[in-house]
């Protein structure tokens, strides 16, 4: 299983960033795919999750409203649109995948994700 992010960046305080993940050498709708991230110096946090079919996700609360995790199982993608970026948004993200036998449902649990890709620095200045 590869999982490969797109390239971060560098943004100002209120401004929007899309990340993807593309997932290969998998079925890939057999497959729930989480974005997490870590910031310095601390532990790196669950950030959102989407199903298999991408009719359920799961946000973290420091996120709800701002971000939006979605899914093209004909493109092997998921997609993180963030918007109305913070300061405390900057970190490196990284996307991460699990197979399961469930249609629904999300593990915001880091533990629960077999592949992991490399990360992307976002930066957001204020």
């Known amino acids: 299983v590869q999982l490969q992010a797109s390239r971060g960046g560098l943004v100002q305080a209120g401004g929007y960033l899309r990340l993807s993940c593309a997932v290969s050498r998998v079925t890939f709708s057999d497959y729930v795919v989480g974005w997490f991230r870590q910031a310095p110096g601390k532990e790196r946090a669950f950030v959102a999750g989407?199903?298999?079919?991408?009719?359920?996700?799961n946000y973290a609360d420091s996120v709800k409203g701002r971000f939006t995790i979605s899914r093209d199982n004909a493109k092997n993608t998921v997609y993180l649109q963030m918007s109305s970026l913070k300061p405390e948004d900057t970190a490196v993200y990284y996307c991460a995948a699990y197979r399961t036998i469930y249609i629904r449902g999300t593990s915001n649990d880091g533990a629960s994700y077999n592949y992991w890709g490399h990360g992307t620095q976002v930066t957001v200045s204020s």
């Open positions: 989407i199903s298999r079919n991408g009719g359920s996700t």
